[in-house]
C-alpha cells in the first residue's frame, strides 16, 4: 500500500460547527503532516508529527486542532472556523528521522473544505 | 528566509513540443528537490525526487536536474501532450518540512 487516504474529500461546514479530517496511511512512516492549500496559492505547512507526537506547529490557530492516534492515522479537528480558512487541506507522510531522504513525502488527495 | 520561485508562472504550448520548467531556490543547505503535478482541485502527485548529492532524475518523458550550487532546478518535460495540462510544483527539502513554489501552469494544445 503506497498511498495516503483523505477523508471526506468534501466538507462543507458553518462557523459553529465541529469537524473532523482524517488521514490514514499504511506504509510505516512515523511522520505525518498537515497543509493547507488556498486556491491558486502553493501548499503550506501546518503541522508534523513523529512518532505520533507533535514536532512542529507552524503558528497555527487554536481553532484547528490536530492529533495522532496511531502511527497510522492523522486527524485534524475543526472547531469555529473562519469563512477564511476555507482551502484544500492536504495530508503527507514520510519516513523519520531527519537525513537524506527521510523527507521524500507522499501526499493524499486533499479534503476541500469550505465554511460558510 | 526560504524562498522558491519558479518561471514562468504560466505557459501555453502547441502538443509535440519540449519545454522545460524553472525553479530557483534560497539557501544550499537542502536535503532534496521534489517536483510535483497538481490538477485543478486535486492533490499533489510526485513527479521527480533528486536527492542533494544528485544532480538529475529521469522518468519517462520527464528528466529533472540539480544545481545546488547556483540554486537551480528545471524539469524538462519531451513531447508534450495534452494530458500534460497541469500546475507543476517544485519543493525544497529541508529537515522536516518542504517549502513550495507557486508553481507553473502549463497547457498543452492539441
Known amino acids: 500500500d503506497t498511498e495516503v487516504t483523505q477523508t471526506p474529500k468534501h466538507l462543507v461546514m458553518g462557523m459553529t460547527n465541529k469537524k473532523s479530517l482524517k488521514c490514514e496511511q499504511h506504509m510505516g512512516h512515523r511522520a505525518m503532516y498537515w497543509y493547507k492549500q488556498k486556491a491558486k496559492k502553493p501548499p503550506e505547512l501546518m503541522f508534523v508529527y513523529s512518532y505520533e507526537k507533535l514536532s512542529i506547529n507552524e503558528s497555527v490557530p487554536s481553532r484547528f486542532s490536530p492529533e495522532c492516534p496511531n502511527s497510522s492515522l492523522l486527524n485534524l479537528h475543526l472547531h469555529a472556523l473562519q469563512p477564511e480558512d476555507s482551502a484544500l487541506y492536504l495530508c503527507?507522510?514520510?519516513?523519520?528521522?531527519?537525513?537524506?531522504?527521510?523527507?521524500?513525502?507522499?501526499f493524499g488527495a486533499g479534503s476541500r473544505l469550505t465554511v460558510l | 528566509k526560504q524562498e522558491v520561485t519558479q518561471i514562468p508562472a504560466a505557459l501555453s504550448v502547441p502538443e509535440g513540443e519540449n519545454l522545460v520548467l524553472n525553479c530557483s531556490f534560497t539557501d544550499s543547505a537542502i536535503y532534496n528537490l521534489q517536483w510535483f503535478r497538481q490538477d485543478p482541485g486535486k492533490g499533489l502527485t510526485s513527479l521527480l525526487l533528486i536527492q542533494s548529492s544528485q544532480r538529475e532524475q529521469t522518468s519517462g518523458r520527464l528528466n529533472a536536474s540539480l544545481d545546488k550550487s547556483s540554486g537551480r532546478s528545471t524539469l524538462y518535460i519531451a513531447a508534450s501532450q495534452p494530458g500534460d495540462s497541469a500546475t507543476y510544483l517544485c519543493?525544497?527539502?529541508?529537515?522536516?518540512?518542504?517549502?513550495f513554489g507557486k508553481g507553473t501552469l502549463l497547457t498543452v494544445n492539441p
Open positions: 503527507a507522510s514520510s519516513h523519520w528521522p531527519k537525513g537524506s531522504g527521510a523527507n521524500v513525502l507522499t
Open positions: 519543493a525544497r527539502g529541508s529537515n522536516y518540512k518542504l517549502t
